[in-house]
């Protein structure tokens, strides 16, 4: 099992630019960010495939945001332009495998199998 420990959210005005990052305590195949609005299901945002550097994104953040792995082993981090209102939600770190399940809001087949608490974005119009 692998800890996650999120930092970074807060609240930003539309158009503005926010940063968010996951310490995992141990090695992964991915890490990534997926996000929950109130009344909504979990959407993926963005994951990373440590070892090949290979980003997967939905395509409601293509163009706007990016993830990256930090010069920290096992840290990635999740920059966030051009927010939009409808980007706020509580978003999760997550850390996972091969296999499991289809995300098709990211195109990849993953077993997201650890998470994190949660971080709340909140972008005001």
């Known amino acids: 099992q692998v800890q996650l420990v999120e930092s970074g959210g807060g609240s930003v005005q539309a158009g503005g630019s926010l940063r968010l990052s996951c310490a995992a305590s141990g090695s992964t195949v991915f890490i990534g960010w997926f996000r929950q609005a109130p009344g909504k299901e979990r959407e993926g945002v963005a994951v990373?495939?440590?070892?090949?550097?290979?980003?997967y994104y939905a395509d409601s953040v293509k163009g706007r945001f990016t993830i990256s792995q930090d010069s920290a082993e096992n840290t990635v981090s999740l920059q966030m332009n051009s927010l939009k209102a409808e980007d706020s939600a509580m978003y999760y770190c997550?850390?996972?495998?091969?296999?499991?399940?289809?995300?098709?809001?990211?195109?990849?087949?993953?077993?997201?199998?650890?998470w994190g608490q949660g971080t709340q974005v909140t972008v005001s119009s």
């Open positions: 997550a850390a996972g495998g091969f296999g499991g399940d289809w995300h098709p809001d990211l195109g990849l087949w993953a077993d997201f199998r650890d």
């Open positions: 990373l495939h440590i070892s090949e550097g290979n980003p």
